[in-house]
């Protein structure tokens, strides 16, 4: 009886606090969420061939603003969108146009009180903006991707956390294809109050580029909704720029 209260605690953080980021547990059906983000990265260096800093040739701004959506369409599916729209300039390039479209479903392969594991396969269309963040505008076509996510609640100190894995393989036209991996650690404050960490890897076939990205935000919500404020940062690459900058998030759950 007293593994019940924390048991309650941690499935309301997964259903209540984090299903964008904690994609492991799949969104229950008849259920949604849209989550609204704007991006605005800046690089003065790069990471070359070998992974060491270089200045670019001039400074690199990469500007989003995207939209995620999710819906629970049976017990263990839900059908899922991704787009955006871009802008951004460097030395070479002035862009602005649509993002790639994702249209995907995800599975709920396993479940119990504290971990869940997920299944996600979709396909992508390219667009006028960078389809990869290595590659020039309007550079790819169509994409397909398979992920496996897995999440654990639990907790430390009194404070629910949850920590997900996920991995990736993305088979791509006209860009190399790659593998992806992430990781996220989320502990809740309070009530209303979430730090998020998160660490976003991949690597492009034969010998191509490579990156990892950290992401630390903070997440404060009211009812159904709630609002991340972050940052970004390349912390290491190849062929990449070594950008950061603020990311803004509104999530809304309905």
Same mark, same amino acid.
Request: hydrophobic share 40%; net charge negative.
């Given at each position: 009886?007293?593994?019940?209260?924390?048991?309650?605690?941690?499935?309301?953080?997964?259903?209540?606090?984090?299903?964008?980021?904690?994609?492991? !547990?799949?969104?229950?059906?008849?259920?949604?969420?849209?989550?609204?983000?704007?991006?605005?990265?800046? &690089? +003065?260096?790069? =990471? +070359?061939?070998?992974?060491?800093?270089?200045?670019?040739?001039? &400074?690199?701004?990469?500007?989003?603003?995207?939209?995620?959506?999710?819906?629970?369409?049976?017990?263990?599916?839900?059908?899922?969108?991704?787009?955006?729209?871009?802008?951004?300039?460097?030395?070479?390039?002035?862009?602005?146009?649509?993002?790639?479209?994702?249209?995907?479903?995800? *599975?709920?392969?396993? #479940?119990?009180?504290?971990?869940?594991?997920?299944?996600?396969?979709?396909?992508?269309?390219?667009?006028?903006? #960078?389809?990869?963040?290595?590659? &020039?505008?309007?550079?790819?076509?169509?994409? *397909?991707?398979?992920?496996?996510?897995?999440?654990?609640? =639990?907790?430390?100190?009194?404070?629910?956390?949850?920590?997900?894995?996920?991995?990736? @393989? @993305?088979? #791509?036209?006209?860009?190399?294809?790659?593998?992806? &991996?992430?990781?996220?650690?989320?502990? #809740?404050?309070?009530?209303? !109050?979430?730090?998020?960490?998160?660490?976003?890897?991949?690597?492009?076939?034969?010998?191509?580029?490579? !990156?990892?990205?950290?992401?630390?935000?903070?997440?404060?919500?009211?009812?159904? !909704?709630?609002?991340?404020?972050?940052?970004?940062?390349?912390? *290491?690459?190849?062929?990449?720029?070594?950008?950061?900058?603020?990311?803004?998030?509104?999530?809304?759950?309905?």
């Amino acid at each position: 009886m007293r593994a019940v209260p924390g048991l309650i605690v941690a499935g309301a953080f997964t259903l209540a606090g984090l299903p964008a980021c904690a994609q492991a !547990w799949v969104t229950p059906r008849g259920d949604g969420q849209l989550i609204l983000k704007f991006e605005a990265m800046r &690089a +003065d260096e790069g =990471f +070359d061939p070998v992974g060491d800093r270089a200045p670019l040739p001039a &400074a690199r701004r990469d500007e989003a603003a995207s939209l995620f959506a999710e819906y629970g369409v049976a017990d263990r599916f839900a059908v899922l969108f991704k787009g955006d729209w871009q802008s951004g300039e460097d030395a070479f390039v002035d862009y602005d146009g649509r993002g790639p479209l994702e249209l995907g479903v995800r *599975w709920q392969v396993w #479940r119990d009180e504290r971990g869940a594991v997920s299944l996600q396969a979709s396909v992508a269309d390219g667009g006028e903006g #960078r389809n990869a963040g290595y590659a &020039a505008p309007g550079e790819g076509e169509r994409d *397909w991707e398979v992920r496996l996510a897995a999440g654990r609640n =639990f907790s430390v100190t009194g404070r629910p956390v949850f920590v997900e894995v996920q991995s990736a @393989r @993305r088979m #791509r036209e006209g860009l190399p294809d790659e593998t992806r &991996a992430d990781l996220t650690v989320g502990i #809740r404050h309070g009530r209303n !109050w979430t730090l998020l960490a998160q660490v976003f890897g991949g690597a492009a076939d034969d010998d191509g580029p490579r !990156w990892v990205n950290l992401e630390t935000s903070l997440v404060r919500g009211w009812d159904d !909704w709630s609002l991340q404020l972050g940052w970004r940062t390349a912390v *290491w690459g190849r062929e990449t720029p070594a950008s950061s900058g603020p990311v803004v998030g509104i999530w809304r759950r309905f």
